[in-house]
C-alpha cells in the first residue's frame, strides 16, 4: 500500500514526511520546552513541471505553514524537501541564496508585505540587484517589463505602495516575484484579501503568467471553490496532515475523505433549485489544537461516520487508484454513509463507490 504521494522522476518538487514543530517554552529566564505545536506533521507531495497544485483547508490547519517550509523561509523540524533532486532542507547560506532564484513567494497580505518607504521600481528592482541579473538602467528598463507583464502601467516605477489598490498591490508581489525568472513559485492565498471581483483578475494573471513562463504553482487557498479554475491537482489539509489528494475532477466529484465532502458541501452553487434541495454537512465541535491533536486520525473528534478503529489508529495516507490518495479507514462507503450526501449535490450524478486500494 502505497504511502507517499510522490510520482516518478519528473516532478519538479518532492515534499517527504515534511515535519515544522514549533516548540512551546516555559520559564522567564531558564526557559525549558514544555511542548510543541505540530503545525505541519507528516505532509508528503510531488509537483510535476508546469503543474498547479491548489492545497485548501480551514485557517490554522498549516497550509501557510508548509508553503514556508519548503521555500526554507521556516527550516523544518524534519523531512525532505526536493527541488530538481537537491534537497532544500540541507541548504545554506549561498547556496540557499543562489537557490532562491529558482523558488519564490507571492505573499497573502499585499499591504504588509510591500516596504511602504520604497518606491515600486525600488521594490521590484531590489530582487534584480541581489542577483546581479542586470546592471544601471537595465533594471529600471526590466522593472518597466515586470509592470507590463503584470498588468501595471509601466510609468508607475516612481510611485509608493500606499498609491495603489489591494488588487494593484498584489500585482507588484506578483512582479517581484518573477524578477528572478523563478520556475517554482508559492502562492500564499494570494486573493484572500482582495475584493471578489478582483480575485477573478487576479487567478486569470497567474494562469497566463503560466501558460507564457512555464512556472510551476503551489497554490494555497481556503476554499474549494477558489482553487477549482486553478489547479490541475489538489490536496485538502486538516490539522498538519494532507487528508486527500487528486486530480481536481475527481476530488470534486468523487471525495473519499469526510473532511473534504464537508467542505464541498459548503460549496454555493449557482443554481436555486440545486440549492434548495441540497443538505450541508455541519461538522460539529471545534478544530482540536496542534499543540495537543487527538490520537489516531485527526479528524476522529469531528467526523459523523466515526468508528473505534478511527480512535485508536491512524489511518494510512493510501493510493485508491489513478493517483488519489485518502487518509481514511472508511473512504470506500464514506460518500454512501455521510449525511446529506454532500458530494451528491456538487456532482448530481450518480458517484461510483472508490475501488480498492492498490497493493
Not at 503551489?218 to 477558489?226: D, T
Not at 493517483?323 to 448530481?348: D, N, Q, T, Y
Not at 463507490?353 to 497493493?359: I, L
Request: aromatic letters at 6%.
Amino acid at each position: 500500500m502505497t504511502t507517499h504521494a510522490n510520482g516518478s522522476g519528473n516532478d519538479l518538487i518532492q515534499v517527504r514526511d515534511l515535519q515544522m514543530h514549533f516548540p512551546v517554552t516555559k520559564g522567564i529566564v531558564f526557559q525549558r520546552q514544555v511542548g510543541a505545536v505540530k503545525a505541519v506533521d507528516g505532509v508528503s507531495f510531488s509537483i510535476k513541471k508546469g503543474e498547479t497544485l491548489g492545497l485548501v483547508g480551514e485557517s490554522g490547519c498549516g497550509k501557510s505553514t508548509t508553503g514556508r517550509a519548503i521555500l526554507q523561509l521556516y527550516r523544518p523540524t524534519a523531512g525532505e524537501v526536493l527541488f530538481q533532486g537537491q534537497d532544500l532542507v540541507k541548504l545554506k547560506g549561498e547556496d540557499m541564496r543562489r537557490m532562491r532564484r529558482k523558488v519564490q513567494m507571492i505573499f497573502q497580505d499585499p499591504y504588509a508585505s510591500l516596504n511602504p518607504r520604497m518606491t515600486v521600481g525600488d521594490i521590484v528592482g531590489e530582487p534584480i540587484r541581489v542577483h546581479n541579473l542586470r546592471q544601471g538602467k537595465a533594471v529600471r528598463e526590466r522593472v518597466q517589463e515586470l509592470l507590463q507583464l503584470v498588468g501595471l502601467n509601466p510609468y508607475f516605477i516612481n510611485r509608493y505602495p500606499h498609491e495603489f489598490s489591494g488588487g494593484q498591490r498584489q500585482r507588484i508581489g506578483i512582479a517581484r516575484a518573477l524578477a528572478v525568472e523563478p520556475e517554482f513559485v508559492v502562492c500564499d492565498e494570494p486573493v484572500s484579501a482582495l475584493d471578489v471581483s478582483i480575485q477573478a483578475q487576479v487567478i486569470n494573471l497567474l494562469e497566463d503568467l503560466q501558460d507564457r513562463l512555464g512556472l510551476t504553482y503551489l497554490f494555497i487557498a481556503h476554499g474549494l471553490s477558489v482553487v477549482k479554475h486553478i489547479s490541475d491537482r489538489v490536496a485538502v489539509m486538516y490539522l498538519g496532515k494532507v487528508v486527500e489528494l487528486a486530480e481536481g475532477s475527481k476530488l470534486y466529484t468523487m471525495p473519499m475523505h469526510p473532511y473534504t465532502q464537508a467542505l464541498l458541501s459548503a460549496v454555493p452553487i449557482p443554481d436555486p433549485r440545486v440549492e434548495k434541495r441540497r443538505k450541508r454537512i455541519i461538522l460539529e465541535g471545534d478544530v482540536p489544537s496542534p499543540l495537543n491533536p487527538p490520537s489516531g486520525c485527526h479528524f476522529h473528534t469531528r467526523c459523523p461516520i466515526v468508528i473505534d478503529r478511527c480512535k485508536v489508529e491512524e489511518p494510512p495516507f493510501a493510493d485508491y487508484g489513478n493517483g488519489h490518495f485518502a487518509a481514511c479507514w472508511r473512504a470506500r462507503e464514506s460518500i454512501e454513509l455521510m449525511p446529506g450526501r454532500g458530494a451528491e449535490a456538487i456532482a448530481p450524478p450518480p458517484v461510483a463507490a472508490p475501488p480498492a486500494p492498490q497493493a
